[in-house]
């Protein structure tokens, strides 16, 4: 138990760090994105920023979707994304050992 309360800005910030992390961690996932042509009519692959939309195309190739209950269980960015280091691709190659744990 802390001796003294935690200031809501750490809390905050704390939350936006994850945040970060997330997010780069699913920047990974581009080059993928861009080679199964993910990314809608009009948007860049190159600097868009990665969508919920665009992992879902990505899954469906990667036919991860047909799993029992896949989209109620794996329901954000992030958990969508470690499906995809699980899946046996070339992708796991790449993703650095701390981001599958």
Same mark, same amino acid.
């Given at each position: 138990?802390?001796? *003294?309360? !935690?200031?809501?800005? #750490?809390? /905050?910030? $704390?939350?936006?760090?994850?945040?970060? =992390? #997330?997010? =780069? #961690?699913?920047?990974?996932? =581009?080059?993928?994105? #861009?080679?199964?042509?993910?990314?809608?009519?009009? @948007?860049?692959?190159? /600097? /868009?920023?990665?969508?919920?939309?665009?992992?879902?195309?990505?899954?469906? *190739? +990667?036919?991860?979707? =047909?799993? @029992?209950?896949? +989209?109620?269980?794996? $329901? $954000?960015? &992030? !958990? !969508?994304? @470690?499906?995809? &280091? &699980? *899946?046996? /691709?070339?992708? @796991? %190659?790449?993703?650095?050992?701390?981001? !599958? %744990?």
């Amino acid at each position: 138990m802390p001796l *003294h309360r !935690v200031p809501k800005c #750490a809390i /905050s910030q $704390t939350a936006r760090l994850d945040q970060l =992390r #997330a997010d =780069r #961690a699913v920047e990974g996932l =581009r080059p993928y994105l #861009a080679q199964y042509d993910c990314f809608p009519e009009g @948007r860049d692959p190159k /600097s /868009s920023p990665i969508r919920e939309e665009e992992l879902k195309e990505l899954v469906k *190739h +990667w036919k991860l979707h =047909r799993q @029992r209950n896949f +989209w109620r269980e794996n $329901t $954000t960015k &992030v !958990v !969508v994304f @470690r499906q995809g &280091v &699980v *899946h046996p /691709s070339p992708m @796991r %190659a790449h993703v650095p050992f701390a981001l !599958v %744990a």
